[in-house]
């Protein structure tokens, strides 16, 4: 099991984060905030990383780590029964498309049963219709 880790935030993303502390996240810590979204609820990579931030105490969280812990969370449960303790559909990036992992077309059906409408764009993703205002936050 690897577990998070604090470092100081890269020379090269100061300049979008500033000086101060990031936390590289552990799947465990992601499965853990992902258990709190309520059925009928999507959350976003973003929001995500906040709560994580928060939880942690750090300045920021890595949204590309957060990204990957999410994706192996989902292909963990590509050919198991899916556990629905660990809901990884509920969480979407920021400009609201499903997170593309080996099973992403699982992912958008689950969001569909779960009352949200799908928008299949030309490049093949998928984007869930959803406002910023109804957007889970931790």
Request: a positive charge; hydrophobic letters at 40%.
């Amino acid at each position: 099991m690897i577990k998070s880790k604090i470092v100081d935030i890269p020379i090269k993303m100061e300049k979008f984060y500033g000086k101060g502390k990031m936390l590289h996240p552990s799947a465990e810590s992601v499965e853990e905030l992902i258990k709190l979204i309520p059925k009928g609820s999507i959350a976003t990579i973003e929001t995500l990383s906040r709560g994580l931030t928060k939880d942690f105490g750090t300045d920021v969280t890595c949204p590309m780590r957060t990204g990957n812990a999410i994706k192996k969370i989902a292909e963990r449960y590509e050919n198991d029964t899916v556990d629905s303790q660990i809901p990884f559909w509920r969480v979407i990036r920021s400009d609201k498309l499903v997170i593309k992992s080996k099973n992403f077309e699982f992912s958008a059906s689950k969001i569909e049963d779960e009352g949200f409408k799908l928008i299949f764009t030309k490049s093949g993703s998928i984007k869930v219709d959803i406002n910023s205002d109804s957007v889970f936050l931790f």
